[in-house]
């Protein structure tokens, strides 16, 4: 058994299971990353300790600093772990549309929440974010739909965690897809190994972007 001298390092080395109920034994072998099992329930952990780890070497957060983010999701809760873990203050702005459960599991880890009305989405919230940090010389904000440390952690890690896991063979590889930093540095490792791989993106129906849609309001 795995002794950690922090949260931190809990996250990724996740486990694979095989489906054996929702897909019959002649269809195909599918296979679930159990990416809750990280300390913070999700794959956002991943790109949180990424992102600020990145920040710390290149001198952008320094102790004493506070991170702010704009999120409504999962990358908040992995960001506030971490900062919790590392010492930093945390301030997550999201829309008021946020469940109260999300919310009280953010201040658990010791956050700010800031929240903007819910009729402007996560653009109300982005620009909130933006003005604070512009006020606050001691604010970093890791903007994780941007930041290069996204898809780097997942070529590091997720990828070669599959192709550790998958041995010679993968016909396909279905993402959910937020950021999409999972999608890019997980499929550029597996899509090297495996040239003929078919990846697949999924997204929610009311928010379809890459299917030509548009962004809906948290």
């Not at 486990?15 to 329930?41: I, R, T």
């Not at 829309?95 to 109300?124: H, Q, Y």
């Amino acid at each position: 058994m795995r002794v950690a001298n922090s949260i931190t390092e809990l996250i990724g080395q996740t486990p694979l299971v095989k489906l054996n109920k929702l897909v019959g034994p002649e269809e195909a072998d599918v296979y679930v990353k159990l990416e809750w099992f990280n300390p913070g329930s999700s794959v956002k952990d991943r790109i949180a300790i990424a992102m600020i780890e990145e920040a710390e070497r290149a001198g952008q957060l320094q102790p004493g600093m506070t991170i702010i983010e704009p999120t409504s999701g999962n990358t908040g809760i992995g960001l506030a772990m971490v900062a919790a873990a590392k010492g930093y203050k945390a301030v997550l702005v999201m829309p008021d549309t946020m469940s109260i459960e999300r919310r009280n599991l953010l201040r658990a880890f010791g956050a700010e929440l800031v929240l903007t009305p819910g009729k402007l989405g996560m653009k109300g919230a982005i620009q909130k974010a933006e003005e604070l940090l512009a006020e606050h010389d001691d604010y970093f904000m890791p903007q994780q739909f941007k930041n290069p440390a996204n898809p780097k952690i997942h070529r590091e890690t997720t990828g070669q965690e599959l192709l550790e896991q998958v041995g010679d063979q993968l016909d396909a590889f279905v993402v959910g897809v937020g950021t999409g930093g999972t999608i890019t540095g997980a499929g550029e490792v597996l899509k090297a190994k495996f040239p003929r791989l078919h990846i697949v993106a999924v997204e929610p129906e009311d928010s379809p972007v890459l299917s030509g849609g548009g962004a809906r309001p948290a």
